[in-house]
C-alpha cells in the first residue's frame, strides 16, 4: 500500500484528479460499470491482494485497459505456481522461491529447477529437471 500512496501523493503534488475506490471483497458490478464509465484516457491504479488481483486484471482488460494504461500493485503473500516439466502438473507453493532454486514435483515427485521462464496461460513458472550433482 505504500507503492499506491506514493503514487497517489505524486498525483496530488502535480495538481492531478484522481478517485479512489475502495473494495473489501470480490470485484463488484458496480466497479465494473463504474471503471466502464471512465474518460478516454483514464490510467488505471489497482492494488490488492493477489487473488483479488488477478480479477481486477481480467476487469480492466474486458474493459479496454491496456498495460500502459494500468498499474497493478499485488499485496501480500504471492503464491508461485511452478509448471513441472515432465508431467505437466502445476505445483502451487507458498514458501518463496527463486530463479534456480530447487523443489520437487508435488504430483511426479521429480527434482525441479525454478527458471525465470513464465507463461501467462498458464500462469506458472517453468520448472526444468535440476542437475543433481
Same mark, same amino acid.
Given at each position: 500500500? /505504500?507503492? $499506491? ?21 470480490? &470485484?463488484?458490478? !458496480?466497479?465494473? @460499470?463504474?471503471?466502464? /464509465? ?7 491504479? *489497482?492494488? *490488492?491482494?493477489?487473488?483479488?488481483? /488477478? ?12 498495460? !500502459?494504461? *494500468? ?5 501480500? !503473500? ?18 518463496? $522461491? ?6 520437487? &514435483? ?25 542437475? @543433481?550433482?
Amino acid at each position: 500500500m /505504500k507503492r $499506491l500512496n506514493g503514487i497517489k501523493e505524486s498525483l496530488t503534488n502535480q495538481s492531478l484528479s484522481f478517485e479512489e475506490i475502495h473494495l473489501f471483497h470480490e &470485484c463488484s458490478p !458496480e466497479v465494473d @460499470i463504474h471503471l466502464g /464509465k471512465q474518460k478516454i484516457g483514464t490510467y488505471l491504479y *489497482a492494488a *490488492a491482494e493477489w487473488n483479488t488481483l /488477478k480479477e481486477v486484471v481480467f476487469l480492466a482488460k474486458k474493459l479496454g485497459y491496456s498495460s !500502459e494504461e *494500468a498499474q497493478f500493485i499485488g499485496v501480500g !503473500e504471492k503464491e508461485k505456481r511452478v509448471f513441472c516439466c515432465r508431467c505437466h502438473f502445476i505445483s502451487n507453493l507458498r514458501s518463496p $522461491l527463486h530463479t534456480g532454486d530447487q523443489m520437487s &514435483c508435488s504430483a511426479c515427485g521429480m527434482k525441479l529447477e525454478l527458471s525465470d521462464h513464465y507463461s501467462p496461460i498458464k500462469e506458472a513458472y517453468l520448472g526444468y529437471v535440476a542437475h @543433481i550433482e
